[in-house]
């Protein structure tokens, strides 16, 4: 899982984005919250979804809320797929990543 490799090695990843997943105590990494201060995660969680249920995408914003980490959350009315207009809050959360990945790039 893309959280769960984030949480473990920070050093990898500028953030992660969650769509309607959910973390398993069973991937749960030991995480130093110095590590994970400049990571941005987003997650996105449908209110009707019957294959990961919204409380397992609450415990996710639940977990990240409790670290250092620039959390995004937001539910939408739907089963498990994306919701239109979560594709554009994506679109502009990757577009934000990309560019301070390329200033950060530029300013070394």
Known sequence: MA?????????????????????????????QPEAVRHLHMLVQHGTADAVVSVAQGQRVRNFLQGLPVALTYAEYPIDHSVHQDGFAVLRRWLTERIDETEQANRDE
Do not use: I
């Open 3 to 31: 959280l769960a490799l984030a949480l473990a090695a920070p050093d990898l990843v500028a953030g992660v984005a969650v769509l309607s997943g959910y973390l398993g105590t069973d991937t749960l990494p030991d995480v």
